[in-house]
Protein backbone atom coordinates (compact mmCIF):
# COMPACT_ATOMS: atom_id res chain seq x y z
CA UNK A 1 0.00 0.00 0.00
CA UNK A 2 1.18 3.32 -1.14
CA UNK A 3 2.40 6.23 1.50
CA UNK A 4 -0.38 7.91 -0.35
CA UNK A 5 -3.19 5.80 0.30
CA UNK A 6 -2.16 5.17 3.79
CA UNK A 7 -1.96 9.23 4.56
CA UNK A 8 -5.88 9.40 3.22
CA UNK A 9 -7.02 6.52 5.39
CA UNK A 10 -5.57 7.62 8.61
CA UNK A 11 -6.89 11.17 7.77
CA UNK A 12 -10.48 9.86 6.90
CA UNK A 13 -10.62 7.45 10.20
CA UNK A 14 -9.38 10.14 11.97
CA UNK A 15 -12.11 13.01 11.38
CA UNK A 16 -14.80 9.81 11.69
CA UNK A 17 -13.70 9.03 14.99
CA UNK A 18 -12.08 11.67 16.69
CA UNK A 19 -14.88 14.82 15.14
CA UNK A 20 -17.53 12.91 14.54
CA UNK A 21 -17.25 9.86 17.20
CA UNK A 22 -17.55 7.05 14.53
CA UNK A 23 -15.13 4.68 16.03
CA UNK A 24 -16.01 1.87 14.57
CA UNK A 25 -14.50 3.51 11.82
CA UNK A 26 -11.33 2.26 13.15
CA UNK A 27 -12.02 -1.56 12.32
CA UNK A 28 -10.76 -0.71 8.77
CA UNK A 29 -7.50 1.15 9.85
CA UNK A 30 -6.20 -0.90 12.88
CA UNK A 31 -5.24 -4.46 13.94
CA UNK A 32 -7.54 -6.09 16.01
CA UNK A 33 -4.40 -6.89 17.54
CA UNK A 34 -3.63 -2.85 18.03
CA UNK A 35 -1.48 -1.56 20.24
CA UNK A 36 -1.47 2.11 21.57
CA UNK A 37 1.33 3.66 24.08
CA UNK A 38 2.79 6.19 25.33
CA UNK A 39 5.88 4.95 26.36
CA UNK A 40 7.83 1.50 24.87
CA UNK A 41 7.62 -0.23 28.52
CA UNK A 42 3.54 0.21 28.89
CA UNK A 43 1.27 -2.69 27.41
CA UNK A 44 -1.22 0.21 26.10
CA UNK A 45 -4.24 0.77 24.94
CA UNK A 46 -6.18 -2.29 22.97
CA UNK A 47 -8.25 -1.15 20.13
CA UNK A 48 -11.77 -1.49 22.65
CA UNK A 49 -9.77 0.70 25.06
CA UNK A 50 -8.63 3.19 22.40
CA UNK A 51 -12.37 3.27 20.70
CA UNK A 52 -13.74 3.99 24.60
CA UNK A 53 -11.02 6.39 25.09
CA UNK A 54 -12.25 8.57 21.93
CA UNK A 55 -15.98 8.46 23.48
CA UNK A 56 -14.86 9.59 27.05
CA UNK A 57 -12.86 12.33 25.39
CA UNK A 58 -15.77 12.98 22.76
CA UNK A 59 -18.22 13.03 25.88
CA UNK A 60 -16.35 15.75 27.82
CA UNK A 61 -15.63 17.84 24.87
CA UNK A 62 -19.04 17.29 22.66
CA UNK A 63 -17.42 20.17 20.07
CA UNK A 64 -13.88 18.28 19.89
CA UNK A 65 -12.12 19.07 16.35
CA UNK A 66 -8.73 16.75 16.17
CA UNK A 67 -6.59 18.64 12.96
CA UNK A 68 -3.52 16.82 11.50
CA UNK A 69 -0.77 19.38 10.73
CA UNK A 70 1.78 17.08 9.19
CA UNK A 71 1.67 13.72 7.73
CA UNK A 72 4.45 11.34 6.49
CA UNK A 73 4.05 8.27 5.27
CA UNK A 74 7.79 6.17 4.37
CA UNK A 75 7.68 2.35 4.20
CA UNK A 76 5.86 0.76 6.91
CA UNK A 77 6.16 3.68 9.52
CA UNK A 78 3.55 7.03 9.29
CA UNK A 79 4.00 9.80 11.44
CA UNK A 80 1.39 12.52 12.53
CA UNK A 81 1.08 16.26 13.97
CA UNK A 82 -1.81 17.10 15.47
CA UNK A 83 -3.64 19.38 17.79
CA UNK A 84 -6.92 19.16 18.99
CA UNK A 85 -9.20 21.77 20.64
CA UNK A 86 -12.53 21.55 22.37
CA UNK A 87 -14.76 22.87 25.18
CA UNK A 88 -14.88 21.05 28.09
CA UNK A 89 -18.57 20.50 28.95
CA UNK A 90 -18.63 16.97 30.66
CA UNK A 91 -16.39 15.40 33.32
CA UNK A 92 -12.94 14.05 32.22
CA UNK A 93 -10.75 12.04 33.90
CA UNK A 94 -12.47 12.89 37.51
CA UNK A 95 -12.58 16.86 36.75
CA UNK A 96 -16.09 18.01 36.33
CA UNK A 97 -16.85 20.51 33.32
CA UNK A 98 -15.15 23.88 33.64
CA UNK A 99 -16.51 24.90 30.67
CA UNK A 100 -13.15 26.44 29.31
CA UNK A 101 -11.44 25.99 25.66
CA UNK A 102 -8.50 23.99 25.56
CA UNK A 103 -5.81 23.12 22.71
CA UNK A 104 -3.25 20.12 22.86
CA UNK A 105 -1.18 18.58 20.39
CA UNK A 106 0.97 15.96 19.78
CA UNK A 107 2.37 13.31 17.99
CA UNK A 108 1.34 9.57 16.70
CA UNK A 109 4.00 7.41 15.39
CA UNK A 110 2.45 4.28 13.52
CA UNK A 111 3.59 1.00 12.36
CA UNK A 112 1.82 -0.64 9.51
CA UNK A 113 1.58 -4.42 8.84
CA UNK A 114 -0.17 -4.95 5.59
CA UNK A 115 -2.75 -2.62 5.45
CA UNK A 116 -3.81 -2.11 9.07
CA UNK A 117 -2.16 -0.31 11.94
CA UNK A 118 -0.82 -2.96 14.22
CA UNK A 119 0.82 -0.38 17.33
CA UNK A 120 1.16 3.67 17.76
CA UNK A 121 2.93 5.94 20.25
CA UNK A 122 1.59 8.80 20.96
CA UNK A 123 3.32 11.92 22.43
CA UNK A 124 1.47 14.73 24.14
CA UNK A 125 1.62 16.83 27.09
CA UNK A 126 -1.67 16.14 29.82
CA UNK A 127 -0.21 19.08 32.00
CA UNK A 128 -0.59 21.35 29.01
CA UNK A 129 -4.53 20.18 29.69
CA UNK A 130 -4.53 20.21 32.84
CA UNK A 131 -3.46 23.82 32.73
CA UNK A 132 -6.48 24.65 30.26
CA UNK A 133 -8.86 23.06 32.53
CA UNK A 134 -7.66 25.08 35.80
CA UNK A 135 -6.13 22.27 37.03
CA UNK A 136 -2.47 22.97 37.65
CA UNK A 137 -0.63 26.09 36.41
CA UNK A 138 2.72 25.12 34.29
CA UNK A 139 5.77 27.28 34.00
CA UNK A 140 5.65 29.65 36.65
CA UNK A 141 8.75 30.50 38.95
CA UNK A 142 7.93 29.66 42.97
Known amino acids: MSGDIRRTRVIEAWAAAWDRGEVDTLDSLLSPDYRRRSSPAEEGQSLREFKASILAARSAFPDLVTVIDEIVAEGDR ?56 GIITVGEDR
Open 78 to 133: LAVRWHSTGRHEGSFLGVPPTGRSVEVDGATFARFEDDLVVEEYVTWDPRALLAAL
